[in-house]
Structures are given as C-alpha cells and as structure tokens.
C-alpha cells in the first residue's frame, strides 16, 4: 500500500523523470505528426485502400470554408475533430537535411546529419548517380528524423536557377550556368529524394521542391533587391536558359512541387502569372503536386512591388494564377475576405488544397502512424552513417576543380614531404565549409586537421578572416619559407556571398591577393593555392604567377571537405571535377550590370552575353575546366553521317526554296537519331575519372549559341584502361535552337560536334 505522501512523493517523481526526459531531449516532441490514427481511421480519407483522388475530395467535403483557409499556409491548420494535427510544410535538404525552415530541428536525439558539400562542387562532379546517390541518403536521414518528430516530409530543395552571373550570392546553391547540367542535376537529386523503393510513382519518400520559379537570380546587388527587381527576359533566353531545368525537373523528375520566386518577369510577379504557372507548369508540363511561393511572395506582392490595389487582390490574383500554398500567412490572413468581396470562389480553394492534401497523401501523412510503414524502421541510427559519411567525403572528392598544375607538380609526396606551411583564412575553417541551407553537420574535418593527418604541417592563417582588412604578412612568410610546401587555403564564405548578399567585384576579399604572392614568394618549397568559394574568382595573378605551381578549386566542400582537399594533394585522389560555370575577369562585372538578363551578346552595345554559350571575351578560367593527374585521349569510334536528311514532305516550301532552319514536327523526330561512339583511354600513369563532354555548334542561324553541351558522361578508367562512351543523337531535340519567339527549329547547314579537341562536322539539310 502506498501512503498518501508517498503517493504525492511518487507523481512528484514521476513528473520530474517526464520533466528530466523532456529536457535531454532538448524539449522536443518524440513522435511525428500524422492523420488517422486509431480511433480515427473510419473516415473515407483515411482508408488507404481507396485511389488518392477520392480520399482528398472525402476530406476537402468534410471541410469548412475557414478551415480550407487554414490549408493554404505553410504553418497548417489542425483539424481535431477529423484527427488531423497541424503540419508545417517548410523543411530543406538543399545538401544535407537542414535547419532553415521551421519544419526541422537538430536535438540531442538527432544532433546532426550528413552535410554534402553545397550544390556547386557536387554539380562540378558531372557525375548523374552522385546526385541521385547524395538524394537518396539525404531522403532516408530526413524520413529517419521525421519518425522521431524532428523533421516534416516536404523539402524545399533543389535551387535550380541558372547561375547567370558571377556575383550572384546563392550561386553556390547551383547546378551551375548550364541548362543540360542544370537539368540532369535537379531530376537526379529530385529522383533520390522522392523515389520509394516501391518505385510506385504515386508514393513519395520525401516530397522535393524545384525552385525558385523562374529566372530568379539576383539578390541584392547595388541598391537593387529581389523583392523589386523585374527581371526583363526575352523569349528565347526564357525557353532556352531559364526554363529548361524547370521542364526536366518536372518532366524527367517528376517532382512533387515547384516554388515560384519574388521577382517579376517581364512586369509580373512569379506568382501572379497564369501564363507561367497554371499554364506553363500545370497544364503543360502536368505537375504532379504543389506550387508553393516563396516566403513570403505574396506578401512582396502587395506590400513591396504594390502589384495590386488591396490585399484581397493579391490573394485572389495568386491562388486564381495557380498558387496552392503560400509559404508564409498571407493567404490565412486575406483569403476569406477575398471570397467575400467576390473575388474569388471557394473552388480554386477547393483545387488548391487538393493539390497540398494529395502530395500529404502520397507521403503517408493520412495512413496512420508511420512505425507501421514503409520507412517506420528508420530512426537515429540512420543519420551520419560511416557510409553516409562516406558518400560525402566522396562527393567531394568527385567535384574538386584541379585549375592548375604546372608540371610535376602536384600531387604531392607524402612521404618527401617532411613539413608542411598551411596558410590562409579558410585553412582551419568549420562551418565555411558547408555554405547555405546547411545543417548541423555529424562532424567536420578541416583542411588543416585533413592535411595533417598526413604529414606534419605548420599553420598561420595570415589573415583574422576572410575580409581580410589587414593581412599579417610576416607570419605566414616565416612558416612558408622554412617548410618543404607550401598550400594556402583562400576565398570567400558567406559574409562575402550569400543569400540577400551579392557581390561588387570578382576579387579576393580584402588582403588575401597580398598574402597569396608575399607569401609564394617567400616559399621554401612548391606552393599550392586553394580556393573555397561558391562563385568564380578573379585570380589571374596566380594563374600567372610561376611560384604559385598549383590551383585547385573546392567550393564550398562539406563536411568532409578538408579530408577530401588532402587526398587530392597527396594523390590519394585523382581530381576530376570540371568547373560548372565561366570564370570570368574582373573587367566583365566592370562591363555588365547585373539587372541585364539577356543571354546573348548585343554587338551594337557590346554587351559579351553571358555563360559559354554565349560569352565569346576573356575567360580566367571556362566551364569544364580541370585537370587530372592522368591523361585521357579521345578517338571517334562512331561519327553520324557527313549529310543527315530530314525527310520533308514534297509540297514543303523547302524544297523550293532556301530556308535557314526547319520547324519539325513530331513524326519527323521518329528515327531521325544517329549514334556518337568515342573510345576513350587513360594513356596516365595514375587511375581516375573522367567526364566526356559532347557539345555541339549549330549553324549560326536565330542568335543560336556558339556552342552548346548535348551530352556528358562521367567514367573511370584504370590507367592504359579503355572505354567506348556512347551517346545518341536526337536530331529534333538536342541539335534544335530555339527561335527569336521561342519556337523549337534545327537549322540547316554545318553542324559541328566537338570532344575535348575532337571535332566532326557534317551537314543536316532536306
Ligand atoms: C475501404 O475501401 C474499400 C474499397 O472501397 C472498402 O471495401 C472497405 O470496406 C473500406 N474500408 C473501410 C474501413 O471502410
Ligand atoms: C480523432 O482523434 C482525436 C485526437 O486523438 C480525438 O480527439 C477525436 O475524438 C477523434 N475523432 C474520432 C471521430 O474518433
Ligand atoms: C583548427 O580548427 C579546429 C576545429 O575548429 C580546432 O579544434 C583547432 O584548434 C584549430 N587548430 C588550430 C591550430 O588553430
Ligand atoms: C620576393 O622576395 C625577394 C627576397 O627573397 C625580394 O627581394 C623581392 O622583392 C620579393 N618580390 C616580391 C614581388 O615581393
Ligand atoms: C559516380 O558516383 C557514384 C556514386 O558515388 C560512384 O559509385 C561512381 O563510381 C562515380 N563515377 C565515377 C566515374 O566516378
């Protein structure tokens, strides 16, 4: 028998384990949110044996009109009387399950998780089962926290916006400047988040989210800010640069959202065109889920770009324009007015949150509690695997840029080398590493502590940060002139470029330039330079400077990022990362204005256009730049024709007279595809990747670009190893240009293929 004080004495204890618990535990909830639990399952939305379609409509009808209100927020209303709790639909996985957003949190249950290097160095990989491989592990951490009540089941992840020019702060957030990279990125990292093992295209492990809609790319840049910038973008640039990373996503990736952005294009905001969304990327390209804003669009829309007349307006204008879900409150707050005033009816309501509730659906959120399926297993155990680790100290590996090697160079031996002089404000860096969007990553290990665990190493940063105001020369001197090598880890992080934060010039932060060349010139030994950024450099004084006999670019490189630097400097790796975008020279952003959208070159205003593409000035270094350690050589194995015929009806004014580019139809494009087989070898000393680039030049009709990539392939060869990489050329869809109103046509003429220094030529004509 308890007595009553022993009785008091005992809740008292109990109440302090619960309380105690709670507290390890940082204070967070232990169990995810999910609809129909038992109690709750008699409902026709929560039969799981019923098509998706009828149990949204079973529970859209249940709904009261302030209650679908509640489900255009990202913070989303709770339903007690239906068991639906509230859910919040804002998490990110840009490069490892992250903290910005208000959907996940780090705990002493889940301290970290896995943190890939930022998006730039993996898309400098060229490496499509890297992207998907980095998707899939990112997916299962981010299932594994969410069955512990730390992370939602949406990821507004990838970013994948054309880097369009250098300063751009969120560069480092993507693919790069290419459109066929772009693509093969964001369909390849939505495909390793979202795919379940089932493969059933209507589940979803996670549901990702391709942003941000469209020809966003400027964030703050003299006085200029994504909330007012009209981004003024022609017809061909939008379908040929801007759009396609878009398509892809949603086509070949099947991607469960897309994000529209904060500026206008061409007078209108992203998330007030119909043309754009309801047009474009539901009724064109069939989206298989939400359009969500960014945070907060609308609210940019009324309040900052005054694009409408009362809020009410702004609501309706964005929801009747294909928005579903507002990332943010703006559409909570306005909608019901906007029914009442008569703006709006309650079916685009309706339509809107079928598309939130179906993708909710697709992820399991209405099956019940998720310990009884398909990723109920995944738990703690799961995030920062050593193999998860693994893959992110192999990512960046794979996306390291080697820029420079003068000859015999690097890589450096291990065992000659007896001392090292490590110099630099990114040497010993942490967090720098992981750029943007980051998480708390399972552990670092720093260039220096990487470096380190090789040979014997003598630091002196040089510099108190990467501003760099004031370099302390003298130091840094000293170390370098006494060691047998010298590297000098440089750059940028996110005081230099950032989200909200462009940048003025291509230079190295403050002093660092003075550093670098005091420094290599009072080296002892070979001196390497290393350079952490997420946008190109203006770093033509080391390329040509001789004492400086090595360059390699890092971006931003993850957690792992200075275990990785080390392999490759002591040859435990050959690099094989190719430069995703143009380096261009200081004198460009001194030409450019960053506002300029346009793609192509204006020789009446000598406007240089803009990526390789287009861009035909000064590089310091171009896109697909890097170096190995090997040799690799090319020999066409298989080369299309000399002439390739389109067969054209008779009566086709072609045929009678000349015409510059052909407008094909779709029973054209049948057959009209021949093989490219280039036998590539390893005549190095050394194993490694490789990536074989197939561009093409069209003939120079409707502004086309100069040159544009069809095709890459990532291989790995053994050295004196063979391989044949074998591409097919699709005559109507890679060696099509777009027109000046954005018609797709194949001009007629010279078409030139091009590998490495391997060119073929032949002619496409009727
Ligand atoms: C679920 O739906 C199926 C198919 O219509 C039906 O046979 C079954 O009785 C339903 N289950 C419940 C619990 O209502
Ligand atoms: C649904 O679950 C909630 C919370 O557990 C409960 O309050 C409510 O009564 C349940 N409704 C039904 C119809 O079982
Ligand atoms: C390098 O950075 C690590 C991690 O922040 C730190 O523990 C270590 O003390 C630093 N090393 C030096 C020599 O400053
Ligand atoms: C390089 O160092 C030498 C002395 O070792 C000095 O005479 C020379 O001025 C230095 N050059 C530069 C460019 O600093
Ligand atoms: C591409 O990445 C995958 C996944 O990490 C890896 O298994 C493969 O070896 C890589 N390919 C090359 C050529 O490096």
Redesign the pocket.
């Known amino acids: 028998m308890v007595s009553q004080e022993n009785r008091v004495f005992y809740l008292y204890s109990v109440f302090l384990l619960c309380f105690f618990t709670f507290f390890i535990n940082g204070g967070l909830a232990q169990s995810p949110v999910f609809a129909c639990d038992v109690g709750n399952?008699?409902f026709?939305f929560?039969?799981?044996?019923?098509e998706i379609g009828?149990r949204v409509d079973d529970l859209v009808k249940r709904l009261t009109l302030q209650e679908k209100i509640g489900f255009l927020v990202n913070k989303a209303g709770a339903v007690t009387r239906l068991g639906i709790p509230s859910y919040e639909w804002w998490s990110e996985a840009l490069h490892g399950v992250s903290y910005v957003g208000p959907g996940t949190r780090f705990s002493s249950v889940v301290p970290g998780a896995t943190s890939f290097p930022q998006v730039i160095l993996t898309a400098a990989s060229f490496n499509v089962s890297l992207f998907i491989a980095i998707g899939k592990v990112v997916s299962t951490e981010a299932r594994a926290m969410h069955n512990v009540g730390l992370a939602g089941l949406t990821f507004w992840s990838p970013n994948i916006n054309i880097f369009r020019d250098p300063r751009w702060g969120r560069g480092q957030e993507t693919p790069g400047e290419d459109p066929l990279l772009s693509s093969k990125y964001g369909s390849g990292y939505v495909k390793g988040l979202q795919q379940t093992e089932s493969d059933d295209p209507n589940r979803l492990k996670v549901a990702a989210c391709c942003k941000h809609y469209t020809a966003y790319d400027l964030d703050n840049w003299k006085g200029v800010d994504r909330y007012h910038f009209n981004a003024v973008v022609t017809k061909q640039d939008m379908d040929d640069t801007y759009q396609p990373p878009f398509k892809s996503c949603v086509i070949d990736g099947n991607v469960a959202s897309v994000m529209c952005s904060y500026n206008k294009v061409n007078g209108v905001p992203t998330c007030a065109g119909p043309d754009l969304l309801a047009g474009v990327i539901r009724d064109k390209w069939e989206l298989n889920g939400y359009i969500v804003t960014d945070c907060d669009s609308i609210d940019v829309m009324y309040n900052s770009q005054h694009y409408t007349k009362t809020p009410e307006e702004a609501a309706a204008i964005s929801i009747l324009a294909g928005v579903d879900l507002n990332c943010g409150s703006f559409l909570g707050q306005h909608t019901g007015a906007a029914v009442k005033a008569g703006l709006l009816t309650e079916a685009p309501i309706d339509r809107a949150i079928s598309n939130n509730f179906a993708t909710l659906f697709r992820l399991g959120f209405f099956d019940g509690n998720p310990s009884t399926q398909l990723y109920g297993k995944l738990g703690p155990k799961d995030v920062c695997t050593p193999a998860n680790q693994e893959l992110a100290l192999e990512a960046a590996r794979q996306g390291i840029v080697l820029l420079k090697n003068s000859k015999g160079s690097l890589p450096l031996s291990p065992t000659k080398i007896k001392s090292l002089a490590v110099i630099g404000p990114n040497a010993n860096v942490t967090k720098t590493m992981i750029g943007n969007y980051e998480g708390t990553p399972c552990k670092y290990t720093t260039p220096l502590q990487g470096l380190t665990a090789y040979v014997q190493t003598v630091y002196s940063p040089g510099c108190a940060n990467v501003a760099c105001k004031t370099a302390q020369v003298d130091g840094a001197k000293k170390v370098a002139s006494e060691a047998d090598a010298t590297v000098i880890i440089v750059g940028d992080d996110l005081s230099i470029e950032a989200e909200s934060l462009d940048r003025i010039d291509l230079y190295l932060p403050g002093q660092q330039q003075l550093l670098i060349t005091q420094v290599a010139n009072a080296s002892k030994g070979p001196v390497i330079l290393v350079i952490m950024s997420g946008g190109g450099m203006e770093v033509s004084f080391a390329k040509d400077d001789p004492k400086i006999i090595s360059i390699l670019w890092v971006g931003y490189p993850g957690e792992a990022g200075g275990a990785a630097i080390a392999d490759v400097i002591f040859g435990y790796f050959n690099p094989c990362g190719r430069l995703p975008m143009t380096w261009y020279p200081q004198e460009f952003v001194e030409k450019v204005p960053m506002t300029n959208m346009n793609m192509r070159p204006d020789p009446a205003t000598g406007y240089p256009g803009r990526s390789y593409r287009f861009y035909a000035g000064k590089t310091v270094y171009a896109f697909g730049d890097g170096l190995s350690y090997s040799k690799f050589n090319h020999r066409l194995a298989k080369a299309p024709p000399t002439q390739v015929s389109v067969p054209l009806d008779e009566r086709h004014v072609c045929h009678s007279q000349l015409c510059e580019s052909l407008e094909l139809s779709d029973n054209h494009c049948e057959n009209l595809a021949f093989d490219v087989h280039l036998s590539v070898k390893n005549v190095g000393e050394m194993s490694g990747g490789h990536t074989v680039f197939l561009y093409s030049s069209p003939p120079s009709v409707h502004n086309a670009p100069k040159k544009h990539l069809l095709g890459f392939e990532k291989i790995y060869l053994a050295s004196q190893g063979e391989e044949l990489v074998k591409f097919i050329v699709d005559v109507c869809k890679d060696l099509s240009v777009v027109d000046e109103v954005g018609r797709k046509k194949v001009g007629l003429g010279l078409h030139v293929l091009h590998v490495g220094d391997l060119k073929h030529s032949f002619y496409v004509m009727v």
């Open positions: 399952d008699s026709g929560c039969n799981s044996s019923l009828l």
